[in-house]
């Protein structure tokens, strides 16, 4: 078996799993720039999101540096529903970038994740205590399509900022619509 045999069998999968993983760091460039406009600090936004390793803590420092910046701003709310946005994208993309792929004749896309049983106090003799989860097409668009509703809603509450602190806005940018997370898999 090669390297890619699974994303060979499954290719439209493996296209929305590839734009997912290499589009995250769209979603926390993002939020640097809607926390730099509240703070009008570029340097040291930038400078504390991304020399931090990890994207945990950048989505942190970045709540820290912008949480109370919005709130001033009236727009408190809207900012934590971003967050809250970034997070759930986090957790799709880390389930993703952790994962082994392949093809166990169910029809669907099956991964599972070393680090689950990597933490177990156990003797791990094989990997068979895997949770195996599946993906489709469907429901990868529905992941991608939120991490766009993610994204829109931090360009939104970068705009209305601006426009409350009298900056360069697009004027007829209306909020997205609120979204529910999509789950992190099928099974």
């Known amino acids: 078996m090669n390297i890619s045999q699974a994303f060979a069998e499954f290719p439209a999968e493996a296209a929305i799993i590839g734009r997912i993983l290499a589009g995250y760091t769209d979603l926390e460039l993002a939020l640097m720039n809607c926390v730099k406009s509240a703070r009008e600090d570029m340097d040291t936004v930038l400078k504390a999101m991304f020399r931090a390793r990890g994207e945990t803590q950048r989505v942190d420092i970045a709540d820290a540096f912008g949480r109370q910046a919005y709130r001033a701003l009236e727009l408190g709310t809207q900012f934590e529903m971003g967050l809250g946005a970034i997070r759930h994208c986090m957790k799709i993309r880390n ?93």
């Not at 097409?137 to 009298?166: C, D, G, M, P």
Request: hydrophobic fraction near 40%; charge should be negative.
């Open 95 to 187: 389930q993703y970038s952790h994962c082994i792929w392949w093809n166990d004749n169910t029809g669907q896309l099956a991964f599972a994740n070393f680090e689950e049983i990597a933490k177990l106090n156990e003797v791990v003799k094989d990997l068979r205590g895997m949770s195996v989860r599946h993906v489709s097409v469907e429901h990868l668009q529905a992941q991608f399509a939120y991490f766009e509703y993610a994204s829109n809603l931090l360009i939104w509450v970068l705009h209305e900022a601006n426009k409350k602190t009298e900056r360069p806005a697009f004027p007829n940018l209306n909020q997205p619509a609120a979204r529910m997370p999509p789950p992190l898999y099928l099974s």
